[in-house]
């Protein structure tokens, strides 16, 4: 059965870290692209961070030195790493996958075909 579980959300304080895990099954996680997109509050989703299926790594701006995503083919696991926590990185975080490299460079998330539940990240100031 095909799932993507996030995992490692929860409350911290503003400056601190967080490492979510995204726990792949039902496919080959080699074969995809996979990405982490959140949403806050009133807010529409946006893209995170996105691992290629070449191991190509790209960031939104406002995550750029802070944030880490690294992938395990053989654990089927991508993670996330934050750093430097900022209240404006409250939301809940989603992982994702696409089939092609392509929806992951400009987080195209029309091409994400399958997303996980979710885990809220909360950071207080």
């Known amino acids: 059965q095909l799932q993507l579980v996030e995992s490692g959300g929860g409350l911290v304080q503003s400056g601190g870290s967080l490492r979510l895990a995204c726990a792949a099954s039902?496919?080959?996680?080699?074969?995809?692209?996979i990405g982490w997109f959140r949403q806050a509050a009133g807010k529409e989703r946006e893209g995170v961070a996105c691992?290629?299926?070449?191991?190509?790594?790209y960031y939104t701006d406002s995550v750029k030195d802070r944030f880490a995503i690294s992938r395990d083919n053989a654990k089927n696991m991508v993670y996330l790493q934050m750093n430097s926590l900022k209240p404006e990185d409250t939301a809940v975080y989603y992982c994702s996958r696409a089939p092609s490299n392509y929806y992951c460079s400009g987080f195209r998330d029309y091409g994400m075909d399958y997303w996980g539940k979710g885990t809220l990240v909360t950071v207080s100031s």
């Open positions: 691992t290629g299926t070449d191991g190509t790594k």
């Open positions: 039902g496919f080959r996680l080699e074969d995809y692209a």
